[in-house]
């Protein structure tokens, strides 16, 4: 900042000495207009936003740069503003940090005099004199500097916008990081179970997909491995999809379960009285013990399924019957008053059945044979239970009420366990001789499997002779 010089005699020196004694501020009173209101509002420059020695720089741009075009002064506020820039470089004025001066030289001279006359005010107390007299002189400053520090706040905000951006970022690539290793190390046990099982399944049909890829591809093993290897993978599908539509029956179920019991309390437990157990027992004609013993059954195979198939076709469209995967099929014959023994015959296309024979032991009023479908053999049970209480819900015997009887269900004894045959080779053949009065319960199961429909052919008749083989 610099000041023009102006040539000028002694009296003229006296007369600018004078003149700046009354414009000078001296630092008794600049100390003193901290406690004054409207001082203290513009000598805080902390409430500007900017630490002091920020400011100050600040309002020294300022003043250089706009001196002469935007702020125009009076030679007296150009020496005070001298004057503290001095003092904020200088410290106070002595005659060690003053230059030296020319005879000559009334500027310098009007200088030292301001500097002389701010006495020992700090570096601090100058920057801030300095501040509070251009603030006064220029309003313009005060609108540049707030115009600064909204730029600087509106830096700051950016900033801590994109540290808190990357912060979340940071945050959020972690959380999927862990999600990932989550979602891979799920993978990889289900990768496991999935293995395991499908092993477990391998192990089951690997015997019944070899014989069908033989047939397929005789003498070619290549072939055969990959046709057991597509089997083996679209079993697998099939069985986890079963297994998953049994899941969301059994999750349907429990509501309804569980809200049963709830509403009826008193009906979890069946009471039964002594009353009911005579009704029961009067209902059976015969004990368990009283029937006589089931001689075993004969059963074999014979060759010709081809020929049996197209006989069957042939003779009886409906002894053909396409047994549902996961489905039990049972035949009732009842044994008929004129026949000694009973025979059947029966084969499937390309896959196995699991066959069992059963007696029951009860009377018949006719002598058709009548075929059932189940999905198990326990839901076959409960249809049977269901219809004998519908027939008797609102019947009366002997004078008492029926709303409380449940009839047992008629005996039933083993005579073949059900296990699988390779009915899909050979003709399955058997004979019985009839124990009794009842009906044989010819059961077909396809329980087992969760994916594939059997084809079935069968053929049952009686004979009045001795039970022989064909």
């Known amino acids: 900042m610099q000041l023009q010089m102006a040539d000028t005699d002694d009296s003229n020196i006296t007369s600018v000495e004078k003149k700046f ?24 420059p902390r409430l500007w936003g900017f630490e002091t020695k920020e400011l100050y720089k600040i309002a020294v741009n300022f003043y250089k740069e706009k001196e002469g075009k935007a702020v125009h002064l009076s030679y007296e506020d150009k020496l005070k503003l001298v004057a503290f820039t001095q003092q904020v470089t200088h410290g106070k004025c002595t005659t060690e940090n003053a230059p030296p001066l020319g005879v000559l030289d009334v500027i310098g001279k009007d200088r030292r005099l301001a500097w002389q006359n701010l006495g020992d005010i700090s570096k601090e107390q100058a920057m801030e004199g300095f501040i509070v007299l251009l603030d ?39 959380e999927l990081d862990e999600q990932r290793k989550k979602e891979e190390e799920a993978r990889l046990k289900e990768e496991i179970q999935r293995r395991q099982i499908q092993d477990a399944l391998n192990q089951q049909t690997f015997y019944q997909f070899k014989m069908y890829a033989e047939q397929q591809y005789p003498g070619n093993p290549e072939q055969q491995g990959v046709l057991i290897r597509q089997l083996q993978e679209q079993h697998y599908h099939q069985y986890m999809q079963q297994l998953h539509q049994n899941q969301l029956v059994i999750e349907d179920q429990i509501p309804e379960i569980n809200s049963a019991r709830i509403e009826n309390p008193e009906k979890e437990e069946p009471k039964e009285t002594n009353e009911t157990d005579t009704l029961n027992r009067e209902d059976s004609d015969e004990s368990p013990d009283d029937y006589p013993s089931i001689a075993p059954a004969d059963m074999w195979t014979k060759q010709g399924i081809d020929a049996f198939k197209e006989l069957i076709r042939r003779e009886d469209g409906d002894a053909v019957i396409k047994v549902g995967h996961g489905e039990l099929v049972t035949v009732r014959v009842p044994a008929n008053n004129d026949g000694l023994c009973l025979f059947w015959e029966f084969a499937t296309d390309d896959y196995d059945i699991a066959f069992g024979l059963f007696f029951e032991w009860t009377k018949s009023e006719t002598n058709q044979v009548s075929v059932h479908i189940t999905e198990s053999e326990e839901e076959e049970e409960e249809d049977d239970e269901y219809e004998a209480r519908d027939d008797l819900e609102s019947g009366v015997t002997n004078d008492i009420i029926q709303s409380d009887y449940k009839p047992l269900p008629p005996p039933v004894s083993e005579i073949i366990p059900i296990y699988r045959r390779q009915s899909q080779q050979e003709v399955y053949v058997g004979t019985h001789k009839y124990p009794g009065q009842g009906v044989y319960l010819l059961k077909f199961d396809n329980t087992y499997s969760v994916w594939r429909s059997k084809t079935l052919y069968y053929r049952v008749y009686y004979t009045q002779n001795n039970c022989m083989k064909n």
């Open 21 to 44: 004694e009354k414009l000078a501020i001296p630092a008794e009173d600049l100390a003193k207009n901290k406690n004054d209101k409207d001082s203290e509002d513009r000598c805080e």
């Open 136 to 174: 006064k002189l220029c309003p313009l400053f005060r609108t540049v500097v707030e115009a600064q520090r909204r730029d600087i706040e509106e830096k700051l905000r950016l900033k801590r916008e994109e540290e808190a951006r990357k912060v979340e970022e940071e945050r959020r690539l972690k």
